[in-house]
């Protein structure tokens, strides 16, 4: 049995039919764009407010989309994904939490 979108890439039987050239492509642009917004964002003027939020969620999206296609956790065991994404929502906990204590909170001295 051959990969139809690739036919020099066989699958053995038991393996999980990865992706095509194809989304892999189609990853990357996406990937570019979302680059290009964060750019973008950094240089609006109205967005500094949520400035951090923002480059924070489109991070965590380019993330998410690296290690699901380019680390192929899409197609490994869930445990394996889980190991990925639960540090990082510690660390998006920290991030934030820092974020607060130096930057909102000394704004309300006690």
Same mark, same amino acid.
């Given at each position: %049995?051959?990969?139809?979108?690739?036919?020099? *890439?066989?699958?053995?039987?038991?393996? +999980?039919?990865?992706?095509?050239?194809?989304?892999?492509?189609?990853?990357?642009?996406?990937?570019?764009?979302?680059?290009? +917004?964060?750019?973008?964002?950094?240089?609006?003027?109205?967005?500094?407010?949520?400035?951090?939020?923002?480059?924070? +969620?489109?991070? +965590?999206?380019?993330?998410?989309?690296?290690?699901?296609? &380019? *680390?192929?956790?899409?197609?490994?065991?869930?445990?394996?994904?889980?190991?990925?994404?639960?540090?990082? *929502?510690?660390?998006?906990?920290?991030?934030?939490? %820092?974020? @607060?204590? &130096?930057?909102? @909170?000394?704004?309300?001295?006690?």
């Amino acid at each position: %049995m051959h990969n139809h979108d690739n036919d020099d *890439m066989p699958v053995h039987s038991g393996e +999980v039919e990865h992706a095509s050239v194809r989304t892999y492509v189609i990853v990357g642009i996406i990937l570019t764009a979302i680059t290009g +917004v964060e750019v973008a964002i950094f240089y609006i003027d109205a967005m500094q407010g949520i400035l951090i939020p923002v480059l924070m +969620v489109l991070s +965590v999206v380019k993330f998410v989309t690296v290690v699901q296609f &380019f *680390m192929h956790l899409r197609y490994d065991n869930k445990v394996l994904s889980r190991v990925f994404f639960g540090p990082l *929502m510690l660390a998006i906990l920290v991030v934030v939490a %820092m974020i @607060l204590l &130096f930057k909102w @909170l000394p704004k309300f001295a006690w």
